[in-house]
């Protein structure tokens, strides 16, 4: 329920047995690699060098060619990270082999891709022709007109303003024929002497002139229509032929192409993974990251390879040669669906806590809290749950729980489906007791702007910044600071009076001010008197950030109280229909509607003003979000 | 448009890590890039990006690319403190980051891999979240079609499908590119018109004038310099017009001399720029390459004197730490190369005198 500890590690191998040994290393799926460079003691890599780069990138293009291969036989490729024992023994002879089929299927591929690009050239013609149709032109008429110059093409959409602006002063006229996408099709006619004028704003805009072709031209604008369809069928049926004889040579050496996609993908990656590395004639060396609780399986890995070794060191050792450590979330399934409220702010650092727990909680708390009914709690609850299950989104799952908190807090205020004298309340109605509710909202505030003070200060000691520690505004000074501040504001509202000796309290309170004012000034090594100025208006944000915290939480009663408010609201309009037929279907009809406003757009709103809270009375004051993803090397496609 | 006093709080502070003359000074007295790298990593600024390297493994290249992400992780960490529009306004200047990445991975691709990829990947921006794009993976491609695929559901997509019958007949990198600064510029303008009116006026200030002086550095350039025609020039401005509109722009790339031009520009509101201008290749290059970005860095710099609005102290503060870094690189390359530090002071963008520094 934390950020994974992390070891810093090093896996130092023979060269001859580096794709048995590293492709267990990504199938073991938790090492990520960092770079070499800073990691590696300097003695090590002066006798290392890089020189991955062109077999790697040549095994890569083995690889897609090899993916192409299925892809065009029409299979989807499945590589399997095992290493062939064939291929290995022999792998020149392979080479040879696969260079051949290479060379077939390119000229294949080669064929297929000129008759593609033929058959979109086509595919244009009969669009123009379509369009062309639209305009009721003649293309013998258009070809042929005599004291004009005419061009028809496409330039992206957005320049069709800056393509008026352009000829505004000139007699050239400009048609927009169609639109498509970010594309627009058009028609320029310009008097022969403004040709060279009109070509030039036209290539400013990037204007892509279409010509038809010659061959295409004779005959009536229909006959030539079904001609250029008869040329796109004929294409299409020339690159289906040639790819089935691609095919054929595909299923003749299927088994190897097998065993080569396989043996590719796992090189591929090895060396991909050797590129984060170092190496010599003989050796390779590798830095990285494991989550601590893995080490142990890793260290098994590299045991079974007396031509390996493997080298582990503590988070904070590693983190000393410049490489900060990343972060794994894990959390219980129950926390790890709120994951994704923290992700939509940042991603905890390393040396902070992660706060899924505490906003998991806290967040069903405040909804629950805004929105207290037990009927609109169930029908949520029910949604949510359904949605999660139909499209596995971890909003639904929230939300579901959002509903169940929202019932129990409807318990306690005795609502239900906005009625409040159907069921007893077991705490109060926030109706009824408007001060009551708004002082709990205060001291809530109190309560939950001290505890992200107080992760603020976990936070500070994980980091060992002491200085924050002590002096910060979100410090033990601050918090200082802040708790007194409350106890002399609500012993002046119980008593009237601030307590005694009041002179003495408020000399602390000025003195954990001047610690807050020290901090930065503190911090600053030159140009003090700058630092404390900047200081003194920091100080000033930082009481006003106390202030509006916590006052912001007022809003907690407020929608408490509006929840009861808005459908008492809806209860008026019903009770003034009286008489008719349909006067009590009207009534429920009311009612309903009202139920289904406060159900979709009162609960958004509360939704949107829990995670308001969390992020910014919260999160300000003890989360970076600044991150960094533990992303471990593993084989994908 | 609401103040944000926590953003006001943050940039103040920001604006307070950044270097002063003494520190440009004190930078071009040091020998070697390491030392510029040491003495940036003292400093509150640049000591969070700086703190986990080895000065002394660290590449002069290494360093422009540290300084550069900065400018970026600064801007995500402000994003976020903000709200409304300061939210749009960054969001604006991250896309602006982007298209620089998308436009490096594209020539990559298409070039097919004229460095390491290693290197090139080194100097994406690393936009975290924010970016939907998958830049790294972008690198991995070959063809256009596989980019083409890898964008679709990025509002890149159908501008990359428009253009992609473009590169049936080869890569047409020129193209590409200036689709996507026009794409770029005209969603910013879009985006700004949306804005309530007093931030309207505002980003309009701000991104204008940055819109004008890039128009009229190109129009210099295309029309004076490489001499194309009027109708070739006025089809490649960028769409953020401000003082020159649509009109004047035309007027601009119709003027046929230097004098003419630059006599147009300083009837404008931006005559401070090109005052004192002389038909000299060196003058005018100083004007189009320092002074129009001095007027911006001018300008930014009285953006963040208006302490009560954070939309415009977002804008000053965002330039000045952009320009900051482009100095620094000057510095950098002055160092690198051994150059005398008046040749570093003709570049920069800061007003900073050198002259106590010659003896050194």
Redesign the interface.
């Known amino acids: 329920m934390a950020v994974e500890r992390m070891n810093g590690v090093t896996i130092c191998g023979n060269r001859k047995y580096q794709a048995e040994i590293l492709s267990q290393v990504i199938s073991f799926g938790n090492f990520e690699p960092v770079s070499w460079e800073k990691v590696i003691p300097k003695e090590i890599r002066t006798s290392l060098n890089q020189e991955t780069t062109s077999r790697s990138s040549s095994w890569e293009e083995f690889y897609r060619l090899l993916v192409k291969l299925h892809e065009l036989s029409g299979r989807k490729p499945h590589p399997r990270p095992v290493l062939s024992k064939t291929i290995g023994q022999d792998l020149e002879k392979f080479w040879e082999l696969a260079q051949i089929w290479e060379k077939e299927m390119s000229q294949k591929l080669e064929e297929i891709a000129q008759l593609k690009q033929e058959l979109r050239r086509l595919g244009y013609t009969r669009r123009h022709l379509r369009t062309l149709r639209s305009l009721e032109i003649e293309i013998k008429d258009l070809t042929e007109l005599q004291g004009f110059v005419v061009k028809f093409g496409r330039i992206l959409a957005m320049y069709f303003d800056r393509l008026i602006e352009g000829i505004n002063d000139l007699p050239v006229l400009v048609i927009e024929v169609d639109r498509e996408g970010e594309s627009c099709w058009v028609l320029v006619i310009a008097l022969p002497r403004m040709e060279e004028e009109t070509n030039r704003i036209l290539n400013s805009i990037h204007f892509e002139q279409y010509t038809l072709p010659e061959v295409i031209l004779p005959g009536p604008i229909e006959e030539v229509y079904f001609r250029v369809s008869d040329q796109i069928k004929r294409t299409q049926l020339e690159i289906e032929k040639k790819t089935i004889e691609l095919k054929e040579i595909f299923y003749q050496n299927r088994t190897y192409i097998y065993d080569l996609l396989d043996h590719s993908y796992v090189l591929c990656h090895v060396n991909q993974l050797l590129g984060t590395g170092g190496m010599s004639d003989n050796f390779f060396a590798l830095a990285g990251w494991v989550p601590a609780d893995k080490v142990e399986k890793l260290e098994k890995i590299i045991t079974e390879h007396p031509q390996a070794l493997l080298i582990i060191e503590e988070d904070r050792e590693f983190e000393k040669t410049g490489e900060e450590a990343p972060t794994l979330l894990t959390n219980f399934s129950f926390f790890q669906r709120f994951e994704v409220l923290v992700k939509m702010y940042g991603f905890p650092n390393y040396r902070e806590i992660d706060p899924t727990p505490v906003v998991a909680l806290s967040f069903l708390f405040l909804f629950g809290f805004m929105f207290g009914d037990v009927g609109h709690g169930l029908v949520l609850s029910l949604a949510g749950f359904l949605y999660y299950l139909v499209a596995k989104s971890d909003f639904g799952y929230i939300l579901g729980w959002a509903g169940i908190s929202s019932s129990l807090f409807g318990l306690l205020y005795g609502s239900f489906f906005g009625f409040e004298y159907i069921i007893s309340p077991w705490w109060r109605r926030p109706m009824e007791n408007i001060s009551y509710f708004l002082g709990v909202s205060v001291f809530l505030g109190v309560g939950m702007v001290s505890l992200a003070m107080i992760l603020g200060m976990i936070n500070s000691l994980q980091r060992k910044d002491w200085r924050s520690l002590i002096l910060g505004g979100g410090g033990l000074a601050g918090f200082g600071f802040y708790w007194l501040a409350v106890w002399m504001v609500v012993s002046y509202f119980l008593r009237g009076e601030l307590p005694a000796p009041a002179f003495l309290w408020v000399g602390v309170l000025l003195i954990l001010l001047v610690l807050v004012f020290l901090k930065d000034v503190l911090e600053t090594k030159t140009n003090r008197g700058e630092a404390a100025i900047q200081s003194f208006f920091l100080l000033f944000d930082e009481i006003l950030r106390f202030l509006s915290n916590t006052v912001s939480f007022i809003r907690l009663s407020a929608f408490a109280v509006n929840h009861a408010g808005i459908f008492l609201a809806f209860l008026a309009i019903s009770e003034t229909i009286n008489g008719g037929a349909f006067a009590g279907f009207s009534r429920f009809l009311v009612l309903f509607l009202g139920n289904l406003l406060i159900l979709g757009l009162e609960g958004l709103v509360v939704f949107i003003q829990t995670l308001r809270l969390e992020y910014y009375e919260l999160f300000s004051r003890f989360f970076s979000g600044q991150g960094r993803v533990f992303q471990p090397f593993r084989f994908r496609h | 448009m609401v103040t944000n006093?926590?953003l006001?709080?943050k940039i103040?502070?920001l604006i307070?890590d950044l270097l002063?003359d003494e520190d440009f000074q004190n930078l071009l007295g040091e020998q070697k890039v390491t030392g510029i790298a040491s003495y940036l990593k003292?400093?509150?600024g640049y000591q969070p990006y700086l703190s986990?390297?080895?000065i002394e493994?660290l590449h002069r290249r290494d360093l422009e690319l540290i300084l550069n992400q900065s400018n970026v992780d600064i801007l995500l960490?402000l994003r976020?403190?903000s709200q409304a529009e300061e939210t749009t306004v960054i969001d604006f200047i991250l896309l602006g980051f982007e298209v620089e990445n998308l436009k490096l991975v594209t020539k990559f691709v298409l070039l097919e891999a004229y460095s390491?990829?290693?290197e090139v990947e080194k100097r994406l921006y690393q936009l975290a979240?924010w970016s939907k794009v998958d830049f790294g993976r972008l690198l991995r491609y070959?063809t256009f079609e596989e980019l083409l695929s890898a964008l679709s559901g990025t509002h890149y997509y159908?501008?990359f499908?428009?253009?992609s019958?473009?590169f049936?007949r080869g890569p047409n990198l020129y193209?590409i590119e200036?689709?996507l600064d026009?794409?770029y510029f005209?969603r910013l303008a879009k985006g700004i018109e949306r804005f309530s009116s007093s931030a309207k006026k505002l980003a309009w200030r701000f991104f204008g004038i940055q819109g004008d002086l890039l128009n009229v550095e190109l129009i210099y350039r295309l029309r004076f310099i490489y001499h194309l025609?009027p109708?070739?020039?006025?089809?490649?401005t960028v769409?953020l017009f401000y003082y020159f509109d649509?009109d004047r722009a035309?007027d601009l790339t119709n003027t046929s001399q230097i004098s003419e031009f630059m006599g147009y520009l300083t009837r404008s509101p931006y005559r401070k720029v090109f005052w004192g201008w002389e038909e000299s290749a060196e003058i005018l290059d100083e004007i189009f390459e320092r002074r129009t970005l001095s007027y911006r860095y001018q300008t930014a710099k009285n953006f963040v004197k208006s302490k009560l609005s954070s939309l415009s102290m977002l804008l000053g503060y965002s330039a000045l730490k952009d320009f900051e870094v482009r100095d620094l690189i000057t510095v950098i390359e002055d160092v690198r190369y051994s150059l005398d530090a008046r040749l570093a002071e003709r570049y920069f963008i800061r007003p900073v005198e050198v002259v106590s520094l010659s003896g050194s």
């Open positions: 006093f926590g006001i709080g103040s502070a307070g002063t003292n400093t509150p986990s390297y080895d493994l960490r976020n403190f390491p990829l290693e979240n070959h159908q501008l499908q428009a253009a019958s473009r049936v193209s200036n689709s026009y794409w005209s025609a109708e070739n020039v006025y089809g490649l769409p649509p035309r």
